[in-house]
């Protein structure tokens, strides 16, 4: 007879000592025009700056392989009828070369539907591993982000939600009651709060600029009490992040008790990003972190996930629109998620 604690601590001997990373060749299909802040150079430029960990680092590992994923994933997070309008305007497009837009920020190309499909794909591909025990965490580099597309429209260069679906897909694993997600992208995850709002077995908690696109922050909690959302002003000390994850977020999962821990890792908030926004109006998100405070913040949510869920994290790319600093930023945050290996 185990008490709990032996059962866990067998859990984590047999647990991989592993951090995955996980992204698709697909991803680089989906176009959106020159000048545009989400492109391939995005993924392209990270994917070389992790290299040097990716090759011969034991406890990194790249995932290129991939289970066949059910057919209607996307209908975990999104209405049939926005699915089929999506999949209908990318048949009904004539010239290969076009761009149809979805909203006045986001649209898509030839091979988009299958483009963003195989990075959700990734994503539930990393979720399905990691509650395995084949990886101890994992960082999934995708594009375009999903956290503003809802479920049903896109928005802010958002078609699918790939963090709404990989927690819909993670409550169907064994013993996957609660999922908690952390977002802390610089803007608000409007998305996420709409999707995930409706299912009372996932937290949602976002930190984010308060008076920026798309100005949809609100204090309430939703009609199941799961919805958190803390708003900073523009060029806060990197310390109120902080404040907020000891003193709101950290409480907030301590008492949800997630089996899983999902993050939106978006690297908006960086001082220097992004370098100039010429294409759209919105004023860009103003932010002092630097990558030791993303860090940091990454450290706190480790340090929930090792109390909670055996250190379970699937980290979901979002928003970073300076290359060079957003692949600085993710080589320091799949180091950190190592360090857990
Ligand atoms: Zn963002």
Redesign the pocket.
């Given at each position: 007879m185990h008490n709990s604690k032996e059962i866990n601590s067998f859990k984590m001997a047999n647990m991989a000592h592993k951090t995955g990373v996980y992204t698709h060749p697909d991803l680089e299909i989906h176009e959106t025009g020159a000048n545009h802040p989400e492109n391939r150079t995005r993924i392209q430029k990270i994917l070389q700056t992790l290299q040097p960990i990716l090759n011969g680092h034991n406890s990194v590992e790249m995932v290129t392989s991939f289970e066949k994923m059910p057919n209607n994933i996307l209908n975990l997070a999104h209405d049939e009828q926005y699915i089929q309008r999506v999949l209908d305007t990318e048949n009904q497009m004539t010239d290969p070369s076009s761009l149809v837009y979805l909203d006045p920020d986001t649209c898509i190309s030839r091979g988009s539907f299958q483009s963003i499909l195989s990075g959700i794909h990734a994503t539930c591909q990393a979720v399905s591993d990691v509650v395995r025990g084949n990886y101890n965490n994992a960082f999934c580099i995708v594009r375009p982000?999903g956290?503003h597309a809802t479920a049903n429209g896109s928005m802010?260069f958002c078609v699918f939600s790939a963090i709404s679906v990989a927690a819909k897909f993670a409550l169907q694993q064994d013993n996957i009651n609660k999922v908690a997600i952390i977002d802390f992208?610089?803007?608000h995850g409007n998305g996420t709060e709409d999707i995930m709002q409706h299912d009372p077995n996932v937290l949602f908690t976002s930190i984010h600029q308060r008076d920026l696109w798309p100005y949809m922050h609100h204090d309430n909690h939703g009609p199941n009490n799961n919805v958190y959302n803390f708003g900073l002003d523009e060029l806060a000390d990197p310390q109120e992040y902080f404040n907020i994850i000891h003193q709101h977020i950290r409480p907030l999962v301590d008492t949800w008790q997630p089996d899983l821990i999902l993050i939106s890792a978006?690297f908006?908030a960086h001082k220097n990003d992004p370098p100039q926004d010429t294409l759209f109006n919105d004023p860009p998100?103003r932010q002092n972190l630097m990558e030791s405070d993303f860090n940091y913040i990454t450290q706190q949510i480790m340090d929930m996930a090792q109390l909670h869920c055996n250190g379970r994290i699937i980290s979901i790319l979002?928003?970073?629109y300076n290359p060079d600093v957003l692949a600085s930023c993710c080589l320091e945050h799949v180091q950190t998620l190592s360090r857990a290996n």
């Open positions: 982000p956290h802010g992208d610089v803007h978006g908006d998100g979002e928003g970073g």
